[in-house]
């Protein structure tokens, strides 16, 4: 016999009229569960009259004999709080639409992973064998343990598609920004209440979901690019005609770059350097238009390998915070570009120079608090060691040819003075480099504190910004258009436009301005994004990073 308490019924009564349920969408993971679980005591249970709802305690039940995890059970708990204990997954005794777009999801998500994360095997072979007829869980104990397995795997789920697939400390990786963290609620309220379009609910970056757009498209790629291209330098001029081209138009128009409807010339001509210049800019390559050795070997990369490109990024865009509100400035180390945002809003980008392989820069944030005029260079202790007291033991007369300075005590001494053959693995003095045309910072430099000793600074070596690869840093960052960052930080302060700015830099004499307001600063490391113009680009993996994920993901 089933019991309720008087008082009680006419409430749940009219929760049934308020929370009835029509279709949602969801996902699921891989772990597999085995099916026997909690049997709810029949006082849990509800009349069959009030299907819509159950008692608190029915939860409670399968929280502790499942042994759900706690943040998980919080999560759960909280979910049902907010809607009072009704059920979510079911429409009367049937399941809902939102279950079956929720399993749409898990399977795209188990399909595009590399192992058995977030599956279940009960709810797999339930949602695999049960049909959606009217009246398909009459019975209140299955329909239950169902609607619970359901709300966890949900969350099973989100962790992995919204937090990564990679537990460990993100720093193993060399990833130093932290994760941020996220609440399902709301994109769980959205499924089950069958909005059709969760993208404004799903708490992740934009440009997750548009590598997604571009993960199915490659799919598309994978499976008519068969074809590769003989590799070779060819010296092609107007109106030429080759049988191969027409292979390069197809893989060209095949990934977006040139009009499908051009794929049956095997001319060289300008619409085929056009789509030849689009493909090089969007790969980091040197954009000429040329029929190159190198333009063929990466159109003959097997799209397996950009597929799996797509997805490594992918894992790092559910690291990052999610589109940020306000001003920001971002670093992509292999793309070898800065860009200023407003709101997620490209303001404008330039070229940059990071750190080599040997002295990479990091993966980190900061918050960008100070310009500095005509700076000194402090030098490392690590550059010094490494790869100055070799010379000064030589020749000390090396730092007067640089307009370099020894400081010892935090007083200017010749250099002559001191015994640099008594130093190996450390000097215990400062060197730094005098403001002036020498000056390896350049004239200006920004600083965001941090522990990596990395900033944002100018330079005399300014043909090294037409190169196509620029990594030839210590691990600070040169930036191209040092003025223009610095009127863009300075824009609300009517001291300062490019005049001002501009004389403080040429000064020669160091300069602090502490920043009234801070901006973010992100350096990051994706070798595949989507750019402004809806175009997925992809990049060398120039510190092996891309292959350390790899180890960990497949």
Not at 148 to 154: E, I, V
Not at 369 to 389: D, R
Not at 545 to 554: A, N, P, S, T
Request: include cysteine; hydrophobic fraction near 40%; glycine fraction near 4%.
């Amino acid at each position: 016999m089933q019991v309720v308490l008087p008082d009680m019924l006419p409430l749940l009564r009219l929760i049934i009229l308020l929370f009835l349920i029509n279709s949602c969408t969801f996902s699921p993971h891989k772990k597999e569960k085995e099916s026997a679980g909690v049997v709810f005591p029949e006082q849990y249970l509800l009349p069959a009259d009030t299907v819509a709802s159950f008692d608190s305690s029915a939860l409670t039940a399968f929280l502790s004999t499942e042994r759900v995890a706690d943040n998980y059970s919080a999560e759960i708990r909280d979910f049902y709080t907010r809607r009072n204990y009704t059920f979510a997954w079911f429409y009367g005794d049937t399941l809902s639409a939102a279950v079956y777009t929720f399993y749409d999801q898990l399977r795209w998500f188990w399909e595009t992973g590399t192992d058995s994360l977030a599956y279940n095997a009960e709810l797999d072979s339930l949602l695999m064998n049960t049909g959606n007829a009217p009246g398909s869980f009459p019975d209140l104990q299955q329909k239950l343990r169902n609607e619970f397995l359901l709300t966890t795997q949900f969350f099973e789920y989100a962790r992995y598609q919204y937090e990564g697939r990679i537990a460990k400390d993100l720093r193993k990786l060399d990833w130093y920004i932290p994760r941020g963290r996220k609440n399902y609620q709301m994109l769980l309220d959205s499924l089950v209440a069958g909005v059709p379009d969760l993208a404004a609910s799903e708490p992740v970056n934009r440009q997750y979901h548009l590598l997604k757009k571009q993960l199915a498209i490659y799919k598309e790629i994978s499976l008519k690019d068969t074809l590769a291209l003989k590799v070779a330098n060819y010296d092609l001029r107007e109106g030429d005609s080759l049988p191969f081209l027409k292979v390069l138009r197809f893989k060209l128009a095949l990934r977006g770059d040139l009009p499908a409807a051009d794929t049956v010339s095997s001319l060289y001509n300008e619409l085929l350097r056009k789509g030849i210049r689009n493909y090089q800019q969007r790969t980091g390559m040197t954009v000429d238009g040329k029929v190159t050795s190198s333009l063929i070997s990466h159109l003959n990369v097997p799209v397996s390998e950009n597929i799996r490109t797509i997805l490594l990024n992918m894992e790092r865009l559910r690291w990052v915070p999610d589109d940020r509100i306000g001003e920001y400035i971002f670093v992509n180390i292999p793309e070898f570009r800065l860009h200023v945002n407003r709101d997620s809003v490209l303001l404008f980008s330039m070229n940059v120079v990071v750190g080599k392989e040997a002295t990479q820069t990091v993966v980190f944030n900061g918050l960008l608090s100070t310009i500095v005029f005509c700076p000194y260079w402090n030098i490392p202790q690590s550059i010094i060691v490494k790869e100055m007291l070799p010379i000064l033991k030589r020749n000390p007369g090396y730092l007067d040819s640089k307009n370099m300075e020894v400081l010892k005590n935090g007083k200017v001494v010749s250099p002559h003075s001191i015994n640099w053959r008594a130093y190996t693995t450390s000097v215990p003095l400062q060197i730094r480099q005098r403001p002036g045309p020498k000056n390896s910072l350049g004239n200006i430099k920004f600083m965001f504190p941090n522990e990596y000793a990395i900033y944002l600074h100018d330079t005399p070596a300014r043909h090294l910004f037409d190169n196509t690869g620029r990594s030839y840093s210590h691990g600070c960052i040169r930036i191209a258009e040092p003025v223009k960052l610095a009127e863009f930080l300075l824009k609300d302060d009517p001291q300062w436009n490019t005049e001002s700015i501009e004389k403080a830099m040429y000064s020669g004499r160091e300069q602090n301005l502490y920043l009234e307001h801070k901006v973010p600063v992100f350096i990051g490391y994706f070798t595949a994004w989507v750019d402004q113009d809806g175009r997925l680009n992809l990049r060398k993996d120039i510190y092996g990073h891309d292959q350390r994920l790899v180890k960990e993901l497949f």
